[in-house]
């Protein structure tokens, strides 16, 4: 009892030394552990592996949105003056020759050409628009002569016919009595003008459907350049239609491919694509491990464990293979450099 | 009848040879350059005109090399009296300026059940050579088109410029307007010709 409540207690003292004790001891046996031949390791001997490189193309791709640009409608526009006595009909198709509308109830025809007519034309005149002018008269019967681009006789009855089909007795052609409509027959969509309207020369009246004028290419961030090479040209790749796309522009509006697109798409009018490099690149594919990177930043590959290294720029790859620059023509690289102290270093 | 024959062919030789002499002298530096419509060009509507039958009355107005005012008009009136005698009405209901030239302003209306292609061959006959060449290739013509291409050009380049089209420092007017008509193709909205008041100069 005397001992317990008059004399010195060890007990925690002993704790304390337990716990610092213990975990030195077993530092220490590590130490010495550590320091003692390992058999296992010693039985495999660490070898250089060679191995061959494989060659092969590849043509940087990248992911891009691409959306459908509608634009308004082209205006058609009258070189008439006057009262509109007849107002234009929306969602109608119209053919050349077709009445569209009328001014002081005279008729305005369509006129498909590849241009208009753009001043009067009577006897001995030529040019162009007399060429379009035949055209147009043997198109709805009224000329049968030779298309020559000379206001000649028969053009001259011809147009005399056309006039007083309109209640124009007249052997001048007025532009004014026709509204050119495009090279191909076209649609209104909407009226611009109503009976009563005054209208001069350039007077909207009436407006074709809204149409595709052109497909945004959303490039990723920094441009597409970033995602590889691409200095060769570039397509967009919707389905199976490759298209041919200038790189920066963000644009495609060659009116043939924008059409192309669009039908590819319908009826949606925006989607993911894909831009690809038009001509594939040809590289060579190495182990990812085969590679060696020196302080400086510097990459290299090593054909032998002590040849000279090989400096390359990984052009892309995985996680187990790297594609590297073709025109070194590598034949075989070690693939594991990192297991030896190489005699030179990747260094630039 | 003979006479006339005699007096065509005389004339087409004669205008031929003409022809000859003025293409070897403008070949030269001392080429004119008046508004005189070539002796060439008048030799080459003779020979169309004969060819296509055309009433020597016609023919013989270019007999001294040039169409005045009173040749169309005498012209004319023979094809007017023609149509008349076929049955058609077509009075002239004065005088117009097309392209830097006088004019006949003019209808015609068919007889009952009447076929145009009648007065269209006394047309033919007796005024379409005289008529076409009065319109377009007269001194008249040519000095009219030749003042609203110098008074017209620098605006319709400003126009075209305004518009954003490019065309060569030295085009000339007809190459200027082939570019308007050519932007105007693209858009309607966009028209130097109407702009300017092409069709509408009175020079």
């Known amino acids: 009892m005397g001992r317990l409540s008059g004399g010195r207690s060890w007990g925690p003292w002993v704790v304390l030394a337990g716990l610092l004790g213990v975990p030195f001891a077993g530092g220490a046996a590590w130490w010495a552990l550590?320091?003692?031949?390992?058999?296992?390791?010693?039985?495999?001997?660490?070898?250089?592996?060679?191995?061959?490189?494989?060659?092969?193309?590849?043509?940087?791709t990248t992911t891009v949105s691409i959306e459908v640009n509608n634009h308004e409608?082209?205006?058609?526009?009258?070189?008439?003056?006057?009262?509109?006595?007849?107002?234009?009909?929306?969602?109608?198709?119209?053919?050349?020759?077709?009445?569209?509308?009328?001014v002081?109830?005279?008729?305005?025809?369509?006129?498909?050409?590849?241009?208009?007519?753009?001043?009067?034309?009577?006897?001995?005149?030529?040019?162009?628009?007399?060429?379009?002018?035949?055209?147009?008269?043997?198109?709805?019967?009224?000329?049968?002569?030779?298309?020559?681009?000379?206001?000649?006789?028969?053009?001259?009855?011809?147009?005399?016919?056309?006039?007083?089909?309109?209640?124009?007795?007249?052997?001048?052609?007025?532009?004014?009595?026709?509204?050119?409509?495009g090279d191909s027959e076209a649609r209104i969509a909407q009226s611009l003008v109503a009976v009563g309207d005054m209208v001069n020369p350039g007077t909207p009246i009436a407006r074709g459907p809204d149409y595709a004028a052109g497909v945004t290419v959303e490039e990723p961030p920094g441009g597409i350049a970033t995602a590889g090479?691409?200095?060769?040209?570039?397509?967009?790749?919707?389905?199976?239609?490759?298209?041919?796309?200038?790189?920066?522009?963000?644009v495609i509006d060659d009116a043939d491919t924008v059409q192309a697109l669009v039908d590819a798409l319908a009826p949606a009018t925006s989607t993911l694509a894909q831009i690809q490099?038009?001509?594939?690149?040809?590289?060579?594919?190495?182990?990812?491990?085969?590679?060696?990177?020196?302080?400086?930043?510097?990459?290299?590959?090593?054909?032998?464990?002590?040849?000279?290294?090989?400096?390359?720029?990984?052009?892309?790859?995985?996680?187990?293979?790297?594609?590297?620059d073709a025109s070194l023509g590598l034949t075989e690289v070690v693939a594991n450099p990192g297991r030896f102290n190489l005699s030179h270093p990747c260094v630039s | 009848m003979r006479a006339n024959r005699g007096r065509i062919v005389g004339t087409v030789v004669l205008m031929t040879a003409a022809a000859t002499v003025a293409t070897a002298c403008s070949a030269g530096p001392s080429a004119s350059t008046d508004n005189s419509p070539s002796?060439?060009?008048i030799a080459a509507v003779v020979l169309e005109a004969t060819a296509a039958g055309a009433d020597p009355s016609q023919i013989e107005l270019f007999d001294d090399g040039v169409i005045t005012y009173a040749d169309y008009e005498l012209a004319m009136n023979h094809f007017i009296s023609c149509a008349t005698d076929s049955g058609f009405q077509v009075p002239v209901t004065g005088t117009v300026s097309r392209g830097g030239v006088t004019v006949l302003n003019y209808t015609i209306t068919p007889p009952r059940d009447g076929d145009i292609a009648?007065?269209?061959a006394c047309y033919e006959r007796y005024a379409y050579y005289v008529d076409s060449f009065w319109q377009t290739s007269s001194s008249d013509a040519i000095a009219f088109a030749e003042r609203r291409a110098a008074a017209l050009a620098a605006p319709l380049r400003q126009c075209l410029a305004g518009y954003g089209v490019d065309v060569a420092q030295d085009a000339s007017f007809d190459e200027l307007t082939a570019a308007a008509i050519e932007h105007l193709s693209v858009n309607q909205q966009e028209n130097c010709l109407s702009d300017i008041g092409y069709s509408s100069w009175e020079g």
């Not at chain 1, 006897?123 to 043997?138: A, F, M, P, Q």
């Not at chain 1, 930043?297 to 790859?317: E, H, M, N, Q, R």
């Open chain 1, 34 to 60: 550590s320091g003692a031949p390992n058999p296992t390791a010693d039985a495999v001997p660490v070898a250089p592996i060679h191995v061959p490189v494989d060659y092969t193309e590849i043509a940087a």
């Open chain 2, 39 to 41: 002796i060439d060009s």
């Open chain 1, 229 to 250: 090479d691409f200095s060769s040209g570039a397509e967009l790749v919707v389905g199976d239609l490759r298209a041919p796309y200038q790189t920066g522009s963000g």
């Open chain 2, 118 to 120: 009648l007065a269209d």
């Open chain 1, 277 to 324: 490099a038009a001509t594939p690149l040809r590289v060579a594919v190495v182990p990812a491990s085969s590679l060696v990177q020196g302080l400086d930043g510097t990459v290299c590959v090593y054909a032998t464990i002590d040849s000279a290294p090989v400096k390359v720029v990984p052009l892309g790859g995985g996680v187990a293979s790297s594609q590297v």
């Open chain 1, 104 to 181: 002081n109830d005279h008729p305005i025809r369509a006129m498909v050409s590849e241009a208009p007519l753009w001043r009067s034309l009577g006897t001995g005149d030529t040019g162009g628009d007399v060429i379009r002018l035949e055209n147009y008269l043997s198109s709805l019967g009224y000329y049968s002569g030779v298309i020559d681009g000379t206001f000649g006789r028969d053009l001259r009855s011809a147009v005399h016919a056309f006039n007083m089909a309109g209640d124009i007795d007249s052997f001048v052609f007025d532009p004014a009595s026709v509204i050119w409509i």
């Open chain 1, 73 to 102: 409608g082209v205006d058609v526009v009258t070189q008439a003056t006057g009262t509109v006595t007849l107002a234009p009909i929306a969602g109608g198709s119209v053919q050349s020759g077709d009445v569209i509308f009328a």
